[in-house]
């Protein structure tokens, strides 16, 4: 199966980034999903740093780390994919077997967003497909979102491959009863993926309290879309602004 480019529109392109710039971006992250509602002390982004085997992460939850919406460019710590602390003064997070086993799995993914959103986790408790119902968002899902029926935590790398393995060559991943994964090629395009996820998700689960069945955008209407969204930049700005991340 071939990889489709993760939903959130064009490709957005920029130059290299650099690994400040990482930073900037991983934390700017953490604000978006919990300005969001998509995390609160828990969960972590990631962005590989081009070229090395090196990923930039947002550390473990800590007495010195604490919400999302805290987090600066300084507060990231960088690390292998054995999981290994490279750089930074905090503790990686637990879980971070779930990046580096994508980043490993995955030459394609630049950027790892885990997150326990509650829509699109429960939808993946209950096994209700995610369906393309919404425009901005629908592109998303070309495929349906994989299912991981694991709720463990996610704390070796045998974990991690499996999960890895579970995601195949798809942009989300159901952690079943435990959250979702979002992977792209930029920070921004994870999380914006992340953010899209959870919209398609309350639709189709307050849809089925309806008894009714949503209508489904059909592919060929999806294909239009894709062409002629406006770049994913304006829509990272947007997010950024309302969580203060500019």
């Known amino acids: 199966m071939t990889h489709s480019p993760p939903a959130s529109g064009a490709v957005i392109v920029a130059p290299t980034p650099t690994v400040d710039q990482l930073r900037e971006l991983v934390a700017k992250a953490c ?90 986790t429960l939808a993946g408790v209950i096994e209700l497909p995610i369906l393309p119902v919404l425009h901005v968002a629908a592109p998303l899902l070309e495929q349906p979102v994989p299912l991981w029926p694991v709720a463990e935590l996610v704390v070796d790398s045998r974990l991690g491959a499996e999960l890895a393995t579970a995601l195949g060559q798809a942009s989300l991943c159901h952690l079943q009863g435990h959250g979702i994964v979002s992977v792209a090629g930029s920070v921004e395009e994870a999380t914006l993926g992340a953010i899209h996820l959870e919209q398609l998700a309350e639709v189709c689960v307050k849809a089925a309290q309806t008894g009714r069945s949503p209508r489904v955008i059909p592919t060929d209407q999806i294909a239009n879309l894709r062409k002629r969204l406006a770049s994913p930049a304006g829509r990272w700005a947007y997010y950024a602004e309302l969580a203060g991340a500019l």
């Open 31 to 120: 604000r978006i999903l919990y300005q969001q509602g998509l995390s609160d002390y828990l969960g972590h982004p990631s962005a590989r740093i081009p070229g090395t085997d090196l990923v930039v992460i947002k550390p473990k939850h800590s007495p010195r780390v604490r919400g999302m919406d805290t987090m600066r460019p300084e507060h990231m710590v960088i690390i292998d994919l054995e999981g290994n602390l490279v750089e930074g003064e905090e503790i990686p997070p637990t879980e971070r077997f779930i990046h580096t086993e994508i980043y490993r799995a995955r030459p394609d993914v630049a950027s790892v967003v885990h997150t326990h959103q509650p829509q699109a």
